[in-house]
């Protein structure tokens, strides 16, 4: 099956940028956690990312400084607060996942590409320029005042596009963040790329790709 979409919206962090989170928290706190508890630290501290973006929105950096706090509280780990400084700061450094820029190059000429990203404005253009692809437009949970998976997050950015989900196809690789809110808003098509950090699900209408070069192909491109 292929679609025609009006836009095509993609989650960034992730999805395109290499989502490094758990890495560099690793990392710092590897002289902190034991290796054998590291696995479950890190589990805590996703988790509680996923948490502290339910509620009112508040900036990034309180998103993160909080979870690494819960995670180190719930784990008896000690906190710095230089901690979150140093897992923020690292977030523009990320690069894009093989093949990605390639692809958004690819399908720029025909789809107008979108990112909407659990982001702050000053934060998303580094990531943006690692993509190299020309973008329609980049909107940010800051702007919309909610993070995904709320559907508000969504809605900001149909009323900037003045086009319905019935119109879009959106792509990510989080079910918990973006494709079940995308199942639920009835969005044309949804793309799930598998990169191992989620389970998959056949049961929210997704096409599961196992690599992103497939993602033309759906296109008819």
């Known amino acids: 099956m292929t679609f025609k979409p009006k ?19 690793k990392r710092l706190f590897k002289d902190r956690v034991p290796a054998g ?19 009112e929105w508040k900036p990034f950096f309180n998103v993160v400084e909080n979870s690494i706090q819960r995670a180190c509280k719930a784990h008896g780990v000690d906190y710095q607060a230089s ?25 720029a000429p025909h789809v107008p ?26 909107y ?29 196809m959106h792509v990510s690789s ?8 995308a199942s639920d808003l009835g969005f044309m098509a949804k793309a799930f790329i598998d990169r191992g950090h989620e389970p998959t699900s056949e ?3 997704v096409s599961r790709l196992t690599d992103v070069r497939q993602l033309p192909g759906l296109l008819g491109l």
């Open 7 to 25: 836009f095509i919206s993609f989650d960034c962090y992730g999805t395109l940028i290499n989502f490094e989170m758990g890495p560099t928290a």
């Open 37 to 55: 508890r590291m696995p479950a630290f890190l589990d805590s501290f996703r988790a509680y990312r996923l948490d502290e973006v339910l509620g």
């Open 83 to 107: 901690d979150a400084v140093a897992l923020y700061d690292a977030i523009p450094s990320w690069q894009p996942h093989p093949n990605v820029v390639e692809v958004l190059e690819a399908i």
């Open 113 to 138: 590409l979108v990112i909407l990203s659990n982001s702050m404005v000053d934060l998303i253009p580094a990531s943006v320029a690692h993509l190299k692809a020309k973008f329609h437009a980049v």
């Open 140 to 168: 940010t949970a800051e702007e919309a005042r909610a993070y995904k998976p709320r559907f508000q997050t969504f809605e900001y950015m149909f009323d900037q596009l003045g086009c319905a989900p019935d119109q879009m």
């Open 174 to 181: 989080s079910f918990r963040y973006d494709l079940m809110t």
């Open 203 to 205: 049961n929210f209408g």
